[in-house]
């Protein structure tokens, strides 16, 4: 098994009266979105 990076597009929202996060939709990062990532975590 290799390791590879996968960066994710996440939607979430946080339930006000339960200590729960609700995902919404995960999709794999387009390229631009991906060097946009790796751009501000420096």
Known sequence: ????L???????C?????????LISARKAI???QKEYRRRRK
């Open 6 to 12: 996968r960066i994710l597009i996440v939607c979430h």
């Open 14 to 22: 946080f339930r006000d009266s339960e200590e729960v996060v609700r």
């Open 1 to 4: 098994m290799s390791f590879k």
């Open 31 to 33: 390229k631009t979105e």
